[in-house]
Nanobody, 121 residues
Framework: QVQLVESGGGLVQPGGSLRLSCAASGTFFRIDTMYWYRQAPGKQRELAAS???????NYADSLKGRFTISRNNAKNTVYLQMNNLKADDTAVYYCNADVASGLNTRTRNYWGQGTQVTVSS
């Protein structure tokens, strides 16, 4: 039983910045990789960024240099710093995580509820 709760979305002007947060709660042993996905209206959900437990990161090519994913393992929280936002970044952003219930237990995958990011003048 794991819950992921996103926060930090909202309306921002082009060129602006937002910082999204996702906090995990419940009963678990360890959170492995954490992810940020996004889905724009009428489009497929896409992987924006991921971060492993040792903080190895990956980004969608279009987001490199503008977005930064990070995590605080003590707080069971992942962040997405979004800079120089563009209209094309408008989407619902979803937190996702691979969570282990034991030391050598297979991970289970969980989704947050999503948070809306709207980039508009």
């Amino acid at each position: 039983q794991v819950q992921l709760v996103e926060s930090g979305g909202g309306l921002v002007q082009p060129g602006g910045s937002l910082r999204l947060s996702c906090a995990a709660s419940g009963t678990f042993f360890r959170i492995d990789t954490m992810y940020w996905y996004r889905q724009a209206p009428g489009k497929q959900r896409e992987l924006a960024a991921s971060i492993s437990r040792d903080s190895t990161t990956n980004y969608a090519d279009s987001l490199k240099g503008r977005f930064t994913i990070s995590r605080n393992n003590a707080k069971n929280t992942v962040y997405l710093q979004m800079n120089n936002l563009k209209a094309d970044d408008t989407a619902v952003y979803y937190c996702n995580a691979d969570v282990a219930s034991g030391l050598n237990t297979r991970t289970r995958n969980y989704w947050g509820q999503g948070t809306q990011v709207t980039v508009s003048s």
